[in-house]
């Protein structure tokens, strides 16, 4: 069965860098992209990234660009997403999603990783 | 980008009621690429709907959703105990993919 499993919870001081992972099984990893998707506490959620397994290739949030960036091992079938300069905003709980490549939505998600931006 | 604005943002109904959530963007959604999301507490999100009208696999059918361009809406036919969350509308045909701001759907 398709799994997507994420690290853990993250605790950084402002200014540092996190880099979260997803480790995709249960199915062939270079076939859906990989997006990412953030939800701050008792908020909506929030398109962050995606990655293309199969050749890398990236997009990124407009209002993120510049401090996310999202890579893969396919030795792995893990894609990782780092976020740097972190500021109290960044508070949030990060999910990984499967790209169905029929429908073009996300079917399968992680877990969610929490990521605390705290001094 | 495009804005959705759903509403209403909180919605109070009882188990076998009707409950009907709206969706509208900020402008018209190619190829109707709009999807329904619900989200529990603590949970990732579970997609219902995609393309506007399409059950995903295992969405019982008392989900459904309609709507094109600029409005779309999501209706749940008898409520159970179990649907009662958030419910968040997302495009996806243009980039960057966005979502509205949910609501919320309580006893």
């Known amino acids: 069965q398709v799994q997507l499993v994420q690290s853990g919870a993250e605790l950084k001081k402002p200014g540092a860098s996190v880099k979260v992972s997803c480790k995709a099984s249960?199915?062939?990893?270079?076939?859906?992209?990989i997006h990412w998707v953030r939800q701050a506490p008792g908020q909506g959620l929030e398109w962050v990234a995606f990655?293309?397994?199969?050749?890398?290739?990236?997009k990124y949030a407009p209002r993120l660009q510049g401090r996310v960036t999202v890579s893969r091992d396919t030795s792995t079938t893990t894609v990782y997403m780092e976020l740097s300069s972190l500021t109290s905003e960044d508070t949030a709980v990060y999910y990984c999603?499967?790209?169905?490549?029929?429908?073009?939505?996300?079917?399968?998600w992680g877990q969610g990783t929490l990521v605390t931006v705290s001094s | 980008e495009i804005v959705l604005t759903q509403s209403p943002g909180t919605l109070s109904l009882s188990p076998g009621e009707r409950a009907t959530l709206s969706c509208r963007a900020s402008q018209s959604i190619s190829s109707n690429y709009l999807a329904w999301y619900q989200q529990k507490h603590g949970q990732a999100p579970r997609l219902l709907i995609y393309g506007a009208s399409n059950r995903a696999t295992g969405i019982p059918d008392t989900f459904s959703g309609s709507g094109s361009g600029t409005d779309f809406t999501l209706t749940i036919s008898r409520l159970e105990p179990d649907d009662f969350a958030i419910y968040y509308c997302q495009q996806y045909g243009s980039s960057p993919r966005t979502f509205g701001q949910g609501t919320k759907l309580e006893i």
């Open positions: 249960g199915y062939t990893f270079t076939s859906n992209f």
């Open positions: 999603t499967r790209r169905n490549g029929q429908t073009q939505n996300f079917d399968y």
């Open positions: 990655i293309g397994p199969s050749d890398g290739s990236t």
